[in-house]
């Protein structure tokens, strides 16, 4: 009895410590993201600070008419859906073929690496001089024969962009899924090449469900990194650039820029329920497709 009396004793000291080690995380969390969302939850539903009239979703309805955050929304939505299923597929295709056998292999490693070391500053640096109007990509076409185009600002500026967000996540992303891969049991493999199982058959069967956290993570990932694309345009093409390079982190910072937080505060309100909805969709696909991996 006073074995059992010590013991429930015990647990109620740790889990009093616990409690107490959390407590300064969850305030910080309360005063640094609970309480500041509420206030701009607060400021998408009256007309101005200084009169705080409620309006309901009036400020949501007006956001929907403007066409700047229209333009935005379509961009960043066309630039996400791209970019990050091709950083995630791409970084998987890596590292499943640094997996194997090949020669050069550590340059290779070395060479999707390298971004990370790199400043912002300096990647768009470099991509102003390949993709400048007078830059190292023109001067070769006008040496073909060609005409130069000043490339940021034509219609392929969006692929240009993808390319650089590409180029700058890969090697990441890469570095995860190789240390995945490492992990799943060599014991499975085996068995299922003894079975005589094809290579197609392992990587959907096997690969994939031990693949399948992983897979969310770099998922979740690539989605914020896609819209910290922001800083690169914003470098390379200030606060108002080509039609197809406007985010909605641009129409963010020219609003607050503007001082009309009501706008500000609507637009960001929709953009963390969106970021919600799919998250809980990423979240649920890999709970169903990664159950059976223990």
Do not use: D, G, W
């Given at each position: 009895m006073k074995n059992k009396t010590r013991n429930q004793c015990g647990r109620r000291g740790e889990r009093v410590f616990s409690n107490i080690c959390v407590m300064p995380s969850l305030i910080g969390v309360m005063i640094f993201f609970l309480i500041p969302f509420c206030i701009v939850i607060y400021y998408s539903l009256i007309n101005n600070p200084v009169l705080k009239d409620f309006v309901g979703i009036e400020n949501y309805t007006k956001l929907f008419h403007n066409v700047a955050f229209t333009k935005a929304a379509k961009n960043t939505a066309f630039f996400s859906i791209v970019s990050v299923p091709l950083s995630v597929v791409l970084s998987l295709g890596l590292a499943m073929l640094l997996e194997r056998k090949i020669p050069g292999k550590s340059i290779f490693r070395t060479f999707f690496l390298s971004p990370l070391m790199v400043p912002t500053a300096s990647v768009v640096l470099v991509w102003q001089v390949l993709f400048h109007n007078h830059g190292t990509i023109n001067q070769i076409i006008e040496r073909l024969g060609g005409h130069s185009i000043d490339w940021i600002k034509s219609p392929y500026g969006q692929v240009i962009i993808i390319c650089m967000f590409l180029w700058k996540n890969l090697g990441y992303n890469m570095i995860l899924f190789m240390s995945a891969l490492c992990a799943i049991p060599r014991d499975i493999i085996e068995v299922a090449d003894l079975e005589g199982a094809s290579g197609w058959y392992k990587f959907v069967h096997i690969?994939?469900?031990?693949?399948?956290?992983?897979?969310?993570?770099?998922?979740?990932?690539?989605?914020?990194?896609?819209?910290k694309i922001f800083r690169e345009v914003y470098l390379l093409t200030g606060n108002y650039p080509q039609d197809k390079l406007y985010m909605l982190q641009h129409f963010m910072n020219n609003t607050f820029n503007s001082l009309d937080y009501q706008k500000l505060s609507a637009a960001a309100v929709l953009f963390a329920l969106v970021m919600i909805v799919i998250m809980a969709i990423l979240l649920i696909a890999e709970n169903i497709f990664g159950k059976d991996v223990e």
């Open positions: 690969k994939l469900r031990y693949l399948s956290p992983t897979i969310l993570f770099v998922l979740i990932l690539s989605m914020i990194n896609s819209f």
